[in-house]
């Protein structure tokens, strides 16, 4: 901070060194409400590795880089975070770079020349900088730029949620989750995990692991078909977050044994997967599950009321770490979808389910779909078509209450009725159900083909939500390790 502080008095321009509380966090949003101004007002200075070397990002906080306008601006391929190891090469600290002081490239965002005071890093824990941005700009001869956009997110509330890659995703899902994501993401800053890790708990055999590229691959389709914006919601590979795994370790040291085998799911799970006795992984299968949700900080985490159990173990390490080592995680709240009965599978019982064969999936052709609507099981104790029939419960009209359109309601209306007086016949219902599914699937097999022409751009999709989850994991680690003295190396 002296390096900076002479630099700035030779000169000559104006400027404060502002102490900072020694209890503060580190975290932008703290330390602009100590100073009582918008984050706007902050300039978070980000360091990156190009192959031409690393270079500074200064922006304004209530911004995001645009990563490909950042790329064309530098001339480079390829963009990502700086590590500790990289930054301590240069004399820098991690959530404190100062906005000089070193022989890293500068590249300044435009939008940081709209304010007439910016309050930013000094590389010291418990001091800020106050000064005016056109006059840093003539000191630290940062070049000027646009690369980023106004953040969409800024000041909305967070939630995680995500699916095991064990195979493609099916109707049962679109109704149980997908289609409520696609909504939240116009609400929420949307973190949407590709939990491989957890798909270990229950198929760890080389024969499973061998699948798993092509089935995350295959999930991220089925996420965008139906509407998951990548540019809203952050996709991202579980096992590709180190830092996860080692909140799991620190949060299963707060968590007994006995707890975890309570679970109500557990015993479900292990009769699932035939499994006798569980392995330590799919014990503390929540334990990992609280890691993923604490790491991202989520407000939020859409749920089945089945699953509620497991967020209740997330809540109880939260609450249990703040009352040990300080207030420092949030404590997530459980978003239940609207309640639709459970798409039952097309054998009539009651869930579809990947591992049952029971189940259509979004990506299943017009002929696939066709056969299986035309063998699904409906009223057994119709024998004749002119048997009155039973439409509560029965999934044939379960499909068409959940996936007809406006212009679809009122036949199906029709058929309900026509289907309890035994005018109409199975064969005529499930034709029109064909229909239905098949003005309901084109558009996502559409889409979904889409994407698969452009496997590249699957892939970036996942590497730059990989590469945003694990700065949110990084700094998560760093607060929970800061609240447990856990930080030797740090002043």
Sequence with gaps: MSKIKEQLEQSGIQHEFIRMPDDISLDVESHMKFHGREMKYAMPNMVFKTEKGLIVAERRADTQIDNNKLKKLLGVQRLSLASKKELEQNGLKPGIVPPLGYEIPIYMDERVLENDEIYTGTGEKFYTLKLNPKDLIKVNGATLGSFTEISDT???????????????????????????????????????????????????????????????????????????DPSKVTIYIQSMIPEVTELAIIFGMLTTVPRLDRMPTLKEVMNNAQITTPSY???????????????????????????????????????DFNKTYGDTLPVPEPLFPQDFPLLPGVDGTSKMSKSAGNDIKLSDSPEEVERKVMSMYTDPSRIKVTDPGHVEGNPVFIYLDAFSGESEKGKVKSLKERYEEGTVGDVEV???????????????????????????????????????????????????KKAMKLNYFED
């Design 281 to 319: 992984g799919l014990l503390g299968y929540p334990v990992l599950q609280a890691a993923d949700i604490l790491m991202v900080r989520a407000n939020l985490v859409p749920v089945g009321k089945d699953q509620a159990s497991h967020l209740e173990v997330t809540k109880e390490i939260a609450r």
């Design 154 to 228: 800024f000041g909305k509330k967070r939630i995680l949620t995500g699916d095991r890659p064990t195979g493609k995703l099916h109707l049962g899902h679109y109704i149980g989750s997908l289609k409520n994501r696609v909504k939240l993401q116009e609400e929420y800053e949307t973190f949407l995990i590709v939990a491989d890790l957890h798909t270990l708990t229950t198929k760890p055999e080389k024969k499973d692991t061998e699948l798993l590229k092509e089935n995350v691959t295959n999930q991220v389709l089925d996420y965008l078909s139906v509407g998951i």
């Design 430 to 480: 499930k034709k029109f159900l064909v229909e239905v599914l098949h003005n309901f699937l084109d558009p996502i097999r559409k889409k979904r083909a889409e994407y698969e022409n452009q496997p590249e751009l699957v892939e970036k999709i996942l590497k730059e939500g990989t590469e945003k989850a694990r700065v949110e994991a990084k700094k998560t680690l760093e607060e929970v």
